[in-house]
């Protein structure tokens, strides 16, 4: 294993994924460490994202409530996929409807002030 040579930041200088999980394995170089613990007082989104992981590391039942929650999401959204799927078809005969009825409006008018 050559971790040395592993980067940890990335192009715009935030931590790799891979840098973030050897960190929280606790399997990088104590100069490393130090790196990232520097990088990490500095720079709020990478601060945040260690939390995340490492909460999500921490509770494996978090992690199956969330699948049992994204589950039950996706079943939702599947049975309302038909309505979604027809919306775009709604609203283009609305648009349609209220464009016919506008244009019977405006000839009554033209006639009626043509009679007139
Ligand atoms: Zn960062």
Redesign the pocket.
Known sequence: MNRRNKRLFNVG???TLEAISDFLKGTLAPHDIRKINQ?LEN?M??SEALKGFRNQRRSGAMRSDIAFLSGKIRKRYMSHGRVNRLMPFMIIVSVLLSLILLLVVYYIIRNFLAAG
Do not use: A
């Open positions: 200088g935030c931590l990088h720079c989104v990478c």
